[in-house]
């Protein structure tokens, strides 16, 4: 048996020693940094996203991008209750529903256990998915653990002036734990021992018997739902979503305090997030492309190139040509400025010509100013068809739009209108009228008095579209100029009418301007001889009438005494043969 030295003893001894000390140490400090990390999830919902994203997507992983910090920061206001409406609309992929569907009712759980949600999505895959996922994220350790630090420190309390500050929590809504309960473990319905709860259902599905404090509708929308069917067919189908959207799902919100969150992207200007938007709604709009003249650009957009891409990695160039090819998609999946799914015969670039002055001194650069008007609409309400009369000049090949009037009008005030836009543009020596409907009554209505109206018949050429067509290959050339918002507030909605066509709402700004190109094509009647008979007519007023008087034809010789009075015999007929006249 051997012996051990007693120095060797007490070395051991005290090598021990100081190990221990120095796992104790370590083993505090990392208790301490696990504790910092944890309480930075439960103050920002930015850093729970990272935190939680193994435990969301074990499989792949999280590429951060700026679009993420502006979605994080805009959802952790909504969470802290900042914000009772909010909408995002964002391209497709670019992870809205992962954050706003699952790891933002977890998050909010934190702070508030026993907050209801309902959750509502089109499609019923979608709906268990994101159920599924938000369960898998709270029933792991993880969150365990950053549930038993949140229900002791944190406790949001309204500070009166719309912000919420973080204090203590009381000591009964202190919890140590967050666990689901074993009644209501299901897919669809599930609830945490504090007494919040998750509904998960599709659009279509009854929603009664149960409140929510967090209404939460993801993409209520199928994209087919728009790619398919007449115009009114999918604006039915809008309507039915929005219909629900009052009359069902906000009646299912516990107080005046429940919140809205919508995520989808936009397919049509009559959509839920138009609703929303109406009613005064936050909105974060992320265009694909970035567009600092877009209607609802996002303030907070870390972008400043017109152009620059949301992101780059997420889509190539084989899916965006996808996209360039259908341009009712590419403008309401990619930019959220939707239009009409069969439109699209109209572009941006096709607008992009702007002169810089105002337009009554282009006017008078124009070798040729004319009026048309498109008055095949009639009646007051909000259904009827709008009536349009806009000003076009012409330098050459270029044509200028000059002015617009634009209303739903009855004849008595189309009339007023029509003097009013003669007065202001006196060098539009004709004046186009569609020979159809109220403007039939305002050619014969005025047509005595006023110089220069010309009745045209422009369905004589074709429909609608092949009217179009005479208008696109001047825009498509670049000889298509149009005035600056600064003086025509109008001319966006202008454009927005075209690219829409011919499944817009309206097209009577696209009637207006294909007859005006009509005309200077040649296409309506024959431009000499009307231009002719337009600036003969202002030339001769004030003249004599026998100036103007035409010559008569010659009447056909009168029969003979005995034939006027008998009629002519059966030979003298049959000699004479057919009576026709040659003149």
């Given at each position: 048996?051997?012996?051990?030295?007693?120095?060797?003893?007490?070395?051991?001894?005290?090598?021990?020693?100081?190990?221990?000390?120095?796992?104790?140490?370590?083993?505090?400090?990392?208790?301490?940094?696990?504790?910092?990390?944890?309480?930075?999830?439960?103050?920002?919902?930015?850093?729970?996203?990272?935190?939680?994203?193994?435990?969301?997507?074990?499989?792949?992983?999280?590429?951060?991008?700026?679009?993420?910090?502006?979605?994080?920061?805009?959802?952790?206001?909504?969470?802290?209750?900042?914000?009772?409406?909010?909408?995002?609309?964002?391209?497709?992929?670019?992870?809205?529903?992962?954050?706003?569907?699952?790891?933002?009712?977890?998050?909010?759980?934190?702070?508030?256990?026993?907050?209801?949600?309902?959750?509502?999505?089109?499609?019923?895959?979608?709906?268990?998915?994101?159920?599924?996922?938000?369960?898998?994220?709270?029933?792991?350790?993880?969150?365990?653990?950053?549930?038993?630090?949140?229900?002791?420190?944190?406790?949001?309390?309204?500070?009166?002036?719309?912000?919420?500050?973080?204090?203590?929590?009381?000591?009964?809504?202190?919890?140590?734990?967050?666990?689901?309960?074993?009644?209501?473990?299901?897919?669809?319905?599930?609830?945490?021992?504090?007494?919040?709860?998750?509904?998960?259902?599709?659009?279509?599905?009854?929603?009664?018997?149960?409140?929510?404090?967090?209404?939460?509708?993801?993409?209520?929308?199928?994209?087919?739902?728009?790619?398919?069917?007449?115009?009114?067919?999918?604006?039915?189908?809008?309507?039915?979503?929005?219909?629900?959207?009052?009359?069902?799902?906000?009646?299912?919100?516990?107080?005046?305090?429940?919140?809205?969150?919508?995520?989808?992207?936009?397919?049509?200007?009559?959509?839920?997030?138009?609703?929303?938007?109406?009613?005064?709604?936050?909105?974060?709009?992320?265009?694909?492309?970035?567009?600092?003249?877009?209607?609802?650009?996002?303030?907070?957009?870390?972008?400043?190139?017109?152009?620059?891409?949301?992101?780059?990695?997420?889509?190539?160039?084989?899916?965006?040509?996808?996209?360039?090819?259908?341009?009712?998609?590419?403008?309401?999946?990619?930019?959220?400025?939707?239009?009409?799914?069969?439109?699209?015969?109209?572009?941006?670039?096709?607008?992009?010509?702007?002169?810089?002055?105002?337009?009554?001194?282009?006017?008078?650069?124009?070798?040729?100013?004319?009026?048309?008007?498109?008055?095949?609409?009639?009646?007051?309400?909000?259904?009827?068809?709008?009536?349009?009369?806009?000003?076009?000049?012409?330098?050459?090949q270029a044509l200028y739009?000059?002015?617009?009037?634009?209303?739903?009008?009855?004849?008595?005030?189309?009339?007023?209108?029509?003097?009013?836009?003669?007065?202001?543009?006196?060098?539009?020596?004709?004046?186009?009228?569609?020979?159809?409907?109220?403007?039939?009554?305002?050619?014969?209505?005025?047509?005595?008095?006023?110089?220069?109206?010309?009745?045209?018949?422009?369905?004589?050429?074709?429909?609608?579209?092949?009217?179009?067509?005479?208008?696109?290959?001047?825009?498509?050339?670049?000889n298509l100029w149009l005035p600056?918002?600064?003086?025509?507030?109008?001319?966006?909605?202008?454009?927005?009418?075209?690219?829409?066509?011919?499944?817009?709402?309206?097209?009577?700004?696209?009637?207006?301007?294909?007859?005006?190109?009509?005309?200077?094509?040649?296409?309506?009647?024959?431009?000499?001889?009307?231009?002719?008979?337009?600036?003969?007519?202002?030339?001769?007023?004030?003249?004599?009438?026998?100036?103007?008087?035409?010559?008569?034809?010659?009447?056909?010789?009168?029969?003979?005494?005995?034939?006027?009075?008998?009629?002519?015999?059966?030979?003298?007929?049959?000699?004479?043969?057919?009576?026709?006249?040659?003149?």
């Open positions: 048996m051997s012996r051990t030295h007693p120095a060797a003893r007490f070395l051991r001894r005290g090598r021990s020693a100081r190990t221990a000390a120095q796992l104790r140490s370590e083993s505090e400090l990392r208790a301490g940094l696990d504790a910092r990390r944890r309480q930075r999830a439960i103050d920002s919902f930015r850093e729970f996203v990272r935190q939680a994203w193994p435990y969301y997507e074990n499989a792949r992983d999280l590429v951060w991008s700026p679009h993420l910090d502006v979605i994080c920061d805009y959802l952790q206001r909504f969470g802290e209750g900042r914000i009772k409406r909010l909408f995002v609309n964002i391209p497709p992929r670019h992870s809205k529903s992962t954050l706003a569907g699952v790891l933002l009712p977890a998050w909010i759980w934190l702070r508030r256990p026993e907050s209801q949600y309902l959750c509502l999505t089109k499609a019923d895959d979608n709906a268990r998915r994101d159920a599924r996922a938000m369960r898998r994220v709270v029933t792991s350790a993880w969150f365990q653990a950053v549930a038993r630090q949140a229900g002791k420190q944190v406790q949001l309390v309204d500070s009166g002036d719309g912000w919420y500050r973080a204090l203590p929590r009381d000591d009964d809504k202190a919890f140590d734990s967050l666990g689901l309960l074993d009644d209501q473990a299901e897919i669809r319905y599930y609830g945490n021992t504090r007494g919040g709860y998750r509904i998960s259902q599709t659009t279509g599905s009854a929603v009664t018997g149960k409140g929510c404090d967090v209404l939460i509708v993801d993409d209520p929308y199928d994209a087919l739902e728009v790619a398919t069917g007449s115009g009114s067919q999918v604006r039915g189908r809008m309507r039915d979503v929005r219909s629900r959207y009052r009359d069902v799902w906000l009646s299912r919100l516990n107080s005046a305090a429940s919140q809205v969150l919508l995520i989808m992207q936009r397919l049509h200007k009559e959509d839920l997030a138009a609703e929303m938007l109406a009613d005064g709604a936050v909105a974060l709009v992320l265009p694909f492309y970035f567009e600092p003249e877009h209607p609802n650009a996002c303030p907070d957009d870390y972008r400043t190139i017109p152009g620059e891409k949301l992101t780059e990695h997420l889509y190539g160039d084989d899916v965006l040509a996808k996209f360039r090819q259908s341009p009712a998609l590419e403008s309401g999946q990619l930019q959220q400025r939707p239009r009409a799914a069969d439109g699209g015969k109209f572009r941006d670039r096709h607008f992009r010509q702007r002169y810089d002055c105002e337009p009554h001194e282009m006017a008078a650069r124009c070798e040729e100013v004319l009026l048309s008007v498109d008055a095949s609409g009639g009646g007051l309400g909000s259904g009827a068809s709008w009536n349009a009369i806009e000003a076009w000049g012409r330098i050459g739009l000059l002015g617009q009037r634009r209303g739903r009008w009855e004849l008595p005030e189309l009339e007023a209108q029509f003097k009013a836009a003669c007065s202001e543009w006196p060098t539009a020596h004709t004046k186009l009228i569609e020979d159809k409907a109220l403007g039939r009554a305002l050619i014969q209505r005025l047509r005595s008095g006023m110089p220069g109206i010309v009745p045209v018949n422009p369905g004589q050429v074709g429909g609608k579209e092949v009217r179009a067509g005479f208008t696109l290959p001047v825009a498509a050339g670049g600056e918002s600064l003086y025509c507030p109008w001319i966006d909605g202008w454009i927005e009418e075209h690219k829409d066509f011919p499944g817009g709402d309206a097209d009577d700004q696209v009637d207006t301007a294909s007859q005006a190109c009509m005309w200077w094509a040649g296409a309506l009647v024959d431009p000499k001889e009307a231009r002719k008979r337009a600036v003969g007519w202002l030339a001769n007023v004030g003249r004599p009438a026998a100036s103007k008087t035409p010559t008569k034809k010659p009447e056909p010789p009168k029969a003979p005494a005995r034939e006027q009075r008998r009629g002519p015999s059966r030979v003298t007929r049959a000699r004479r043969g057919p009576a026709i006249w040659r003149g």
